[in-house]
Nanobody, 122 residues
Framework: QVQLVESGGGLVQAGGSLRLSCAASGRTFSIPAMGWFRQAPGKEREFVATISWTGGTRYYTDSVKGRFTISRDSAKNTVYLQMNSLKPEDTAVYYC???????????????WGQGTQVTVSS
């Protein structure tokens, strides 16, 4: 079992920045990859970014490329999502998850955190 706790969400104006954190505990030695998804009201949970635990592989959804950066600190068992140039359409609850490989496919994630709200005002 792996437990995940996200933090760092909040309210920010368009063009601003936030850094989300996802701290993992439990069987962290078994984590192959982690990722971030987001869910806006009335919409499906969608892929944002993923990273291998070694850090060598990263993927992003097209809408965040060049603005968001995913990284990890293996010593702290924590994954980060640095979000710059935020837009109102980035408003959502952001979730981190553990996957068997770096992937944007939701069903390949075995564990999820409780989510953190990000609100971008125009």
């Amino acid at each position: 079992q792996v437990q995940l706790v996200e933090s760092g969400g909040g309210l920010v104006q368009a063009g601003g920045s936030l850094r989300l954190s996802c701290a993992a505990s439990g069987r962290t030695f078994s984590i192959p990859a982690m990722g971030w998804f987001r869910q806006a009201p009335g919409k499906e949970r969608e892929f944002v970014a993923t990273i291998s635990w070694t850090g060598g592989t990263r993927y992003y959804t097209d809408s965040v490329k060049g603005r968001f950066t995913i990284s990890r600190d293996s010593a702290k068992n924590t994954v980060y999502l640095q979000m710059n140039s935020l837009k109102p359409e980035d408003t959502a609850v952001y979730y981190c998850g553990v996957a068997r490989r770096p992937t944007g496919v939701r069903y390949e994630y075995d564990y999820w955190g409780q989510g953190t709200q990000v609100t971008v005002s125009s």
